[in-house]
């Protein structure tokens, strides 16, 4: 009978095969695999961590500006709305100014003289006149044309009129109205413009 414990015969054979599986491997690898060029230096990894949290910080700082562009817009387009917000009103309006206006002026001078007819002319100027009260209040205001050079942002050339009295170029004649809502153009005034003669 041998005086070897099976159990230790199982340890050798494991030590054994461990050892011809370690034949080969670095010094370095075989007592715990610690070996210092896989593993960064605390330096390193506090280098890295510094250029992450710099990327990071700078991600931020877009973000926030991005945030605050889009918020600027928003602003800038709500104020726009509620100032343009009458501006489809406004300009459909502006036809009943423009027969007001050629009502009163096709009045003949000889009917505003006569009783019978003051109360309906009294009533078309008022209205006339809340018209354009209105208009005020709402931003609308007319754009002034004659005796001013021609300017293609606000006038609309239909004719061209030979004259001495102006320098060619200039608003002689206003055939209807032009009108701006705050600093947009509703409607272009068109005009006649002077000319040299030929």
């Not at 690898?29 to 990327?55: C, M, Q, T, W």
């Not at 100027?125 to 606000?154: H, M, W």
């Amino acid at each position: 009978m041998s005086d070897t414990n099976p159990q230790e015969n199982e340890e050798a054979k494991l030590d054994e095969a461990a050892a011809a599986e370690l034949e080969g491997v670095p010094e370095g690898l075989k007592e715990g695999g610690d070996d210092a060029s896989d593993e960064p230096s605390l330096e390193e990894r506090i280098a890295g961590l510094e250029n992450e949290l710099a990327e990071a910080k700078q991600q931020a700082l877009y973000a926030q500006a991005e945030t605050q562009n889009v918020r600027r817009r928003l602003e800038k387009d709500a104020q726009d709305a509620k100032a343009y917000a009458a501006t489809g009103f406004a300009r459909d309006i502006l036809s009943v100014s423009d027969n007001l206006q050629r009502a009163l002026a096709a009045i003949p001078a000889e009917v505003k003289d006569e009783e019978k007819w003051k109360g309906l002319i009294n009533g078309i100027e008022a209205t006339g006149r809340e018209l354009e009260t209105v208009f005020e209040k709402n931003g609308i205001k007319r754009v002034a044309s004659v005796g001013l050079p021609l300017d293609p942002n606000q006038h609309q050339a239909m004719v061209e009129i030979p004259t001495d009295e102006h320098e060619p170029g200039t608003v002689v004649q206003e055939m209807q109205a032009g009108y701006v809502i705050k600093d947009r153009l509703l409607r272009p005034a068109f005009v006649g413009v002077a000319k040299k003669p030929e």
